[in-house]
């Protein structure tokens, strides 16, 4: 199957690509390669990946440090069961993470995507707060597609809430007021803390745990909230015995200008996910943290162990490359980088905030979003962010960038400019 259409027509008529129709498929494009911060498309052309491929290829592709520790990993082994066993990359992989993870959090369990360490993050908040069944979380969340995180997603206008009817309940809060740099005396945030601690009270003792992504929203809208808030949830956790539950994996490894969103709070909890960067988008792998409280109580629960074991659980393949990839990112300068981007997204997108129908335009860190009052015409955004050279996939309502933080100036400079074509796009704007 040579030929660009031949297989662009089997993928069309066989193969189920996400959040997508089988019947009625979107349109896809054919990538033969990728190298830095471009891929390459079966026709030849090449464009700009603005999207670190769903928010994970920080150090952009084919990286040699990266390749290498893959290759020199597949002559070791590249799989081996991890009940009964161990191996060196999964030791040393723990080791970095709990070195640069909050210091309470000194226990790690390896899971195969973000949306199982968010299942397992869960499990051991049950686990742990015997008799408590029930999670409290803020509305406008994603935490993954997985069926318990799928209950923990806004009911009503996230992205599960066809599935609203057979899933868990929990207890949902008002989304937190938008804007990073909200204080702890903003009315609006006084008045979402007083509504979040009546709801703990109303539910007083039926709440094992709280959950949040902390200061970004991500695929529930891309919003930006204050590290206050996330305090107010530490406190009020606290407060009354719940655990606190922070979903770093699109936060984590640098995104947000901070290595984990948390340190903008000054907040350790109790359990924390990480996954996408933490390999470098070069292998699935994810991890849920927690501290020894934590696993001591779920250690002494009615089950003595933790109920949940994947089958490719601590990959091998999969911890050698993270290994290089946190190394990677620790080594260089990504502060300076993602600073660079920050400004970059910021004074590339100001611009956008004039066109007609544009409700919003944020930047934090290396995360840049336009946000419509209507959705997005898609096909047609794409289309025009193609055309200036950068591959982009809006939804919904937004456009947005999460660049590698290898884009040169160049680079992001194009990708503000793809972000702009394609914001005037949509018919009727």
């Known amino acids: 199957m040579d030929r660009e259409q031949d297989a662009l027509g089997y993928d069309a008529a066989h193969i189920w690509h996400p959040y997508s129709s089988m019947t009625s498929p979107d349109p896809v494009r054919l990538v033969e390669s990728a190298r830095g911060v471009r891929l390459r498309f079966a026709d030849g052309g090449e464009v700009i990946d603005g999207m670190a491929s769903w928010w994970c290829a920080i150090h952009g592709y084919r990286h040699p440090v990266l390749d290498a520790a893959v290759r020199e990993q597949v002559d070791l082994m590249s799989h081996v069961m991890f009940g009964g066993l161990t191996h060196r990359p999964a030791i040393s992989l723990a080791e970095r993470l709990i070195r640069i993870t909050p210091q309470p959090l000194r226990h790690v369990f390896f899971c195969d995507s973000g949306s199982v360490s968010v299942e397992v993050a869960l499990k051991m908040a049950l686990q742990a707060r015997p008799g408590r069944g029930r999670v409290l979380t803020v509305r406008g969340g994603y935490y993954g597609d997985t069926l318990h995180p799928m209950g923990l997603c806004d009911p009503v206008n996230g992205l599960h809430s066809l599935f609203t009817g ?31 601690a009546a709801t703990l009270d109303r539910h007083r003792g039926d709440i094992a745990a709280i959950l949040v992504e902390p200061v970004v929203q991500g695929a529930g809208g891309m919003r930006f909230h204050s590290p206050e808030c996330v305090r107010v949830l530490r406190r009020l956790a606290d407060t009354h015995d719940a655990l606190l539950i922070l979903d770093e994996i699109a ?26 960067a933490l390999t470098g988008g070069y292998l699935t792998l994810a991890a849920t943290l927690c501290t020894t409280p934590v696993a ?8 003595g162990v933790l109920m949940h074991g994947p089958t490719f659980m601590a990959n091998p393949l999969a911890c050698a490359v993270a290994n290089a990839a946190v190394d990677l990112l620790l080594t260089s300068d990504w502060e300076s980088r993602v600073g660079r981007i920050s400004d970059l997204l910021t004074e590339g997108l100001a611009d956008c905030a004039e066109l007609a129908g544009v409700a919003d335009v944020r930047v934090l860190g290396a995360i840049g979003v336009v946000q419509f009052d209507t959705p997005v015409d898609v096909p047609a955004a794409t289309n025009a962010a193609l055309a200036h050279g950068v591959w982009l996939r809006p939804f919904r309502d937004l456009i947005y960038t999460m660049p590698p933080y290898v884009c040169s100036d160049a680079e992001v400079r194009r990708i503000t400019g793809a972000i702009t074509a394609a914001a005037t796009a949509t018919p009727g704007r």
């Open 166 to 196: 057979p899933l868990p309940q929990h207890v949902f809060v008002p989304r937190p007021p938008d804007g990073f740099e909200r204080t702890a005396d903003d009315p609006e945030l006084v008045a979402w803390a007083d509504t979040v």
């Open 251 to 276: 936060t984590g490894f640098g995104r947000t200008g901070a290595l984990f969103a948390s340190r903008h709070a000054d907040v350790a909890p109790d359990i924390m996910c990480v996954g996408k």
């Open 296 to 303: 001591e109580a779920v250690s002494d629960s009615e089950a």
